[in-house]
């Protein structure tokens, strides 16, 4: 067996055979409502028809998310200003403080996690997850691959995301993550791996 397939397997070994509640609350963020909360956190006032496209979801998905999430009083709906026919939906002071505890639960359960992994192991973990996620994110579901142009620009919106997180960092700003990082602003950020040809 060579290295890719051997490396598939311990991946799909890794990912499925050690699932914990923590994992499962950790991938369950990633989509539905803690997607939609953090879009917001880090967005700002969205349409409903942004969040779908941010989340890749229908509109009846989103709608279905954005009424459980006002009947938890986590967003408000207003009327758009430039449309009229438009809502936008931001997030309540409840919202906000419903993402600041998952967040702050999940900063906890990974700062344990790589303290036990100490600091030299835990930083080329993060550096290869981030590369592998940057690939992964540009990989099409009918098996085409990308061109050498994707791969440059998804490393591009990476360091630009990277930078943006390292200056809310500085600033003291909670980071929640967000997976829309062509808005992100741009830099040259020189610590993040460009694309190996």
Same mark, same amino acid.
């Given at each position: ?10 991946l ?71 449309d ?11 919202g ?21 992994? $100490?600091?030299?192991? =835990?930083? +080329?973990? !993060?550096?290869?997850?981030? %590369?592998?996620?940057?690939? &992964? ?5 009918? $098996?085409?691959?990308? =061109?050498v +142009?994707? !791969?440059?620009?998804?490393? %591009?919106?990476?360091?630009? &995301? ?13 980071w ?22």
């Open positions: 067996m060579d290295y890719q397939l051997e490396a598939v397997h311990e799909m070994f890794a990912m499925w055979a050690s699932r914990s509640k923590a994992t499962r609350s950790f991938e369950r963020g990633a989509q539905g409502e803690m997607f939609v909360l953090r879009e917001l956190s880090f967005q700002g006032a969205r349409t409903p028809s942004q969040l779908a496209q941010a989340m890749g979801a229908t509109s009846g998905r989103i709608s279905s998310i954005l009424a459980s999430l006002t009947k938890k009083g986590w967003i408000v709906r207003t009327g758009d200003p430039q009229r026919r438009s809502v936008v939906v931001e997030l309540s002071d409840e906000r403080r419903a993402v600041r505890q998952r967040s702050d639960r999940l900063i906890e359960n990974l700062s344990w996690v790589f303290s036990q992994m $100490g600091e030299r192991r =835990t930083r +080329e973990f !993060v550096g290869l997850l981030s %590369e592998f996620m940057t690939y &992964l994110s540009i990989c099409e579901p009918d $098996g085409s691959y990308p =061109t +142009e994707q !791969v440059e620009e998804a490393f %591009e919106r990476r360091a630009r &995301l990277h930078e943006r997180m390292r200056e809310m960092v500085r600033n003291g700003e909670q929640h993550g967000s997976c829309r990082p062509h808005d992100a602003p741009s830099s040259n950020d020189a610590d993040v791996d460009r694309p190996v040809q």
